[in-house]
């Protein structure tokens, strides 16, 4: 009998306070604020810091970065002291690790799908990040709510996976039960506009999450 274990859940790119405590109570174990100007989903540094203020215990801040400066990377630690990091764009593996090294704070680093893209020699690059999120390959940065083809991901990639790109209540079991990530993320699957999350998605993808490790539990037992 193997182990499973329950798959992390992750809704990314909330920007109301009513969206947050409803993805808490929805069951997520991180939420994500995007810190990327040019995205629909943006935030400002003070704006996320605020949100994350509502977080319970155990409940992870996550700040997406897309090739930040010095400046805005201090200022999103200092506003979010507990945040895990999410390098979003062409920050190199030296850049990941330099920060993880200076500041001590955990990191996942996105990692663009596509045929031929070598994802155990990337996440190998990255021995100190948290995971590796996997997502679309698409012009711009983000998957744009684009899923990808799931059998690209390798066996045995040397860092925990996220699934993202295009997830939503009606694939999020398949993908849970064909790839077996440590953790999915979602934004645009549980939205009624960009930005603006559906408290009832949310509490249904949850559920889906939930559905997938039973299922799997079910058949390795």
Partial sequence: MSFHPRTRIKICGLTREADVDAAVEAGADAIGFVLYAKSPRAV??????????????????????????????QATLAAVPNALLQFHGDESPADCEAVHARTGRPYLRAARMAPGFALLDFAAAHPHASGILLDAHVDGYGGGGKAFDWSLIPARVPRP????????????????????????????????????????????????????DARIADADS
């Fill in 161 to 212: 996976v996220v699934l993202s790109g295009g997830l939503h209540i009606a694939n999020v079991i398949d993908g849970i039960t064909q790839v077996r990530p440590w953790a999915v993320d979602v934004s645009s699957g549980v939205e009624v506009a960009k930005g603006l999350k559906d408290a009832a998605l949310m509490r249904q993808f949850c559920d889906a999450v939930r559905e997938a």
């Fill in 44 to 73: 400002s540094v003070d704006r996320a810091g605020e949100l994350a203020q509502r977080l319970p215990p155990f409940v992870t801040p996550v700040c997406l970065l897309v090739n930040a400066d010095a400046a805005l990377l």
